[in-house]
């Protein structure tokens, strides 16, 4: 009988083999145009929204941002940016290994300070005052020192790294929910949908049964959904799908293919097989051979 090891060793040799180059990423206000794209990875992320239009989709939660919003994410969520046409999207991202960063703080005193990301998984902390200068100071200073090739600059880059964690974990230390989302009647109608699927998405689902669950227009909710989200009901009921095959995969190396598809809602296996390849580039028998747990998404 071949050895299996715990699930919770499993996904951290998950979580390791993945994040094999860069132990942390760094964008400094990018306001590149983005594709309203759901999309997950194993790390964890930091995003700042410094100024312009954005409404940020992270699981069955819908926030319509504003300029010192920082949202925390344990990453495996599906999460998605739809920007405003015509509008700025100015933003800094930080993409950063949970192993990593509690091995490079073994000091005396140390705090957890990836506590909340597992504890609230996915949180929008609307900073004000102090506590978004603060936040704004150290993105600045991070950008000046992330120089790798410089020893100096690049271990200032990780104390002021190590030092926005501090200021989350403080940040997070109250926080026992994320904040309210949604603050329209549209946006009310898309987060249940989302979460209509969250709940559903393991089922034989059609547009009729949100319909009737609902009490909305079919073809209301393809167009109300295709607006706030930039992307369509079904490719985002296909993506929440195939994110869990990834997640079952990994996690149940066991389990056999063909239930993994009847389980997170196809009804047949070869479909699951074309959807899965679609989107991930590759056959779920080949996915589950290179061990790789990292979406190709950003």
């Given at each position: 009988?071949?050895?299996?090891?715990?699930?919770?060793?499993?996904?951290?040799?998950?979580?390791?083999?993945?994040?094999?180059?860069?132990?942390?990423?760094?964008?400094?206000?990018?306001?590149?145009?983005?594709?309203?794209?759901?999309?997950?990875?194993?790390?964890?992320?930091?995003?700042?929204?410094?100024?312009?239009?954005?409404?940020?989709?992270?699981?069955?939660?819908?926030?319509?941002?504003?300029?010192?919003?920082?949202?925390?994410?344990?990453?495996?969520?599906?999460?998605?940016?739809n920007m405003s046409p015509g509008k700025p999207?100015?933003?800094?991202?930080?993409?950063?290994?949970?192993?990593?960063?509690?091995?490079?703080?073994?000091?005396?005193?140390?705090?957890?300070?990836?506590?909340?990301?597992?504890?609230?998984?996915?949180?929008?902390?609307?900073?004000?005052?102090?506590?978004?200068?603060?936040?704004?100071?150290?993105?600045?200073?991070?950008?000046?020192?992330?120089?790798?090739?410089?020893?100096?600059?690049?271990?200032?880059?990780?104390?002021?790294?190590?030092?926005?964690?501090?200021?989350?974990?403080?940040?997070?230390?109250?926080?026992?929910?994320?904040?309210?989302?949604?603050?329209?009647?549209?946006?009310?109608?898309?987060?249940?949908?989302?979460?209509?699927?969250?709940?559903?998405?393991?089922?034989?689902?059609?547009?009729?049964?949100?319909?009737?669950?609902?009490?909305?227009?079919?073809?209301?909710?393809?167009?109300?959904?295709?607006?706030?989200?930039?992307?369509?009901?079904?490719?985002?009921?296909?993506?929440?799908?195939?994110?869990?095959?990834?997640?079952?995969?990994?996690?149940?190396?066991?389990?056999?293919?063909?239930?993994?598809?009847?389980?997170?809602?196809?009804?047949?296996?070869?479909?699951?097989?074309?959807?899965?390849?679609?989107?991930?580039?590759?056959?779920?028998?080949?996915?589950?051979?290179?061990?790789?747990?990292?979406?190709?998404?950003?």
């Amino acid at each position: 009988m071949r050895y299996l090891p715990p699930k919770g060793a499993r996904l951290m040799t998950a979580f390791q083999s993945v994040l094999k180059h860069e132990h942390i990423s760094f964008g400094y206000r990018s306001d590149n145009p983005v594709k309203a794209v759901f999309h997950s990875h194993a790390e964890y992320e930091i995003y700042y929204f410094h100024e312009g239009s954005c409404r940020y989709l992270i699981g069955d939660q819908i926030y319509e941002l504003e300029p010192g919003d920082l949202i925390i994410m344990h990453g495996m969520t599906l999460h998605c940016a739809n920007m405003s046409p015509g509008k700025p999207y100015v933003r800094s991202i930080c993409h950063f290994d949970p192993v990593y960063v509690q091995e490079m703080m073994m000091i005396p005193g140390r705090i957890d300070v990836t506590e909340p990301f597992r504890r609230l998984q996915n949180a929008r902390l609307q900073l004000e005052g102090t506590g978004r200068e603060a936040a704004e100071e150290l993105l600045l200073k991070m950008n000046a020192s992330n120089r790798p090739h410089d020893p100096a600059s690049y271990f200032r880059f990780h104390l002021q790294f190590y030092e926005l964690l501090v200021l989350i974990y403080t940040e997070c230390k109250q926080l026992s929910r994320p904040a309210p989302a949604h603050t329209s009647e549209k946006l009310e109608h898309v987060q249940r949908i989302i979460s209509f699927i969250e709940a559903h998405y393991m089922e034989d689902i059609h547009l009729s049964d949100m319909e009737e669950a609902l009490h909305l227009n079919r073809q209301y909710l393809s167009k109300l959904f295709k607006e706030v989200t930039g992307t369509t009901i079904f490719t985002y009921l296909f993506e929440r799908r195939i994110n869990q095959s990834r997640i079952l995969i990994t996690m149940n190396p066991e389990m056999k293919l063909t239930d993994i598809s009847y389980q997170i809602g196809f009804k047949h296996p070869a479909h699951f097989s074309r959807v899965f390849k679609q989107y991930i580039g590759v056959s779920p028998d080949q996915y589950r051979r290179t061990s790789d747990f990292n979406i190709a998404l950003t």
